[in-house]
C-alpha cells in the first residue's frame, strides 16, 4: 500500500539559511501533520492542515512556515535556520472525511542538519 | 493544552517478561490515545490504540487499559522479545486533532 513520502530524506544547511520540506499524503487523505522530533526528544506536535485550510497550530516557530497545495502535498519551509533546528521533521496523514475516525499514518521523516 | 506524562523512561525486563508502560493525561477532552513504537532514526509506528468509549483492546501480545476518571492509560506487553526492544510513546489527542506526545520509554529486553 502506498504510504507518506517526504523528501528530501537527509538536508544539510548552513546557519540562517532557508529549507523547504515536502510531504506527500497517502492518497485520499486530506489532513496533514508535521512534527519535530529532536535527539531523544518526543514528536512535538507543529501545524496541521485539513483540504487545504490549516487546521492547528503546535510549536512552531515563527521563522517556519507551511501550508497545503489542491493535490494535498504539504511543504514546510524553514527560513534563518538556526543549530537548534537541527531534527528529524516528520509529516502524517489521515483521511478527514472520508474516514473520520482512521489514525494518522508517518512518513519516514527528514533528518535536517543545520551547520 | 494538553499534558502528557510517560513513565518510566527506561525499562530493562528479561525476554518473557512482561513490560508496563504508564501514561496520564490532563485534558479530559482528550478521545483518542495511541501508542507508537519507534526504532532508532525510524518513524513512530502505530502498535494499538484506544478510544475513551472503551476501557481495554487486546491484539495478542499487547494490550491498552483506559482509566478515564484518573485520566491515565498503560501499555502492556506480554512475553516481551529481543524485537521488542525500542523506544515507545503514548499520545493523546482530542478528535483527531494536534497529537500530544508523552516523554518516551526505551524498552530493552535482555535475551
Known amino acids: 500500500a502506498a504510504g507518506v513520502i517526504q523528501s528530501p530524506r537527509h538536508l544539510i544547511k548552513e546557519k540562517r539559511e532557508t529549507a523547504t520540506l515536502k510531504c506527500y499524503p497517502i492518497p485520499r487523505h486530506d489532513t496533514v501533520y508535521w512534527y519535530q522530533q529532536g535527539p531523544g526528544q518526543d514528536p512535538q506536535f507543529l501545524i496541521s492542515?485539513?483540504?487545504?485550510?490549516?487546521?492547528d497550530k503546535g510549536s512552531i516557530p515563527d521563522r517556519f512556515s507551511a501550508q497545503q497545495f489542491s493535490d494535498y502535498h504539504s511543504e514546510l519551509n524553514m527560513s534563518s535556520l538556526e543549530l537548534g533546528d537541527s531534527a528529524l521533521y516528520f509529516c502524517a496523514s489521515r483521511p478527514g472525511l472520508a474516514g473520520p475516525q482512521e489514525t494518522q499514518y508517518f512518513g519516514p521523516g527528514t533528518r535536517l542538519l543545520v551547520l | 493544552g494538553e499534558n502528557v506524562e510517560q513513565h518510566p523512561s527506561t525499562l530493562s525486563v528479561q525476554e518473557g517478561d512482561s513490560a508496563v508502560i504508564k501514561c496520564t493525561y490532563s485534558?479530559?477532552?482528550?478521545?483518542?490515545f495511541p501508542w507508537y513504537k519507534q526504532e532508532l532514526g525510524k518513524r513512530p509506528q502505530l502498535i494499538i490504540d484506544i478510544r475513551s468509549n472503551v476501557g481495554e483492546k487486546k491484539d495478542q501480545r499487547i494490550a491498552v487499559t483506559l482509566n478515564k476518571t484518573a485520566k491515565h492509560f498503560s501499555l502492556h506487553i506480554t512475553e516481551t522479545q529481543p524485537e521488542d526492544s525500542a523506544v515507545y510513546f503514548c499520545?493523546?489527542?482530542?478528535?483527531?486533532?494536534?497529537?500530544?506526545f508523552g516523554s518516551g520509554t526505551k524498552l530493552n529486553v535482555k535475551p
Open positions: 485534558d479530559s477532552a482528550s478521545n483518542y
Open positions: 499520545a493523546a489527542s482530542i478528535d483527531f486533532n494536534k497529537f500530544y
Open positions: 492542515f485539513y483540504e487545504k485550510m490549516q487546521s
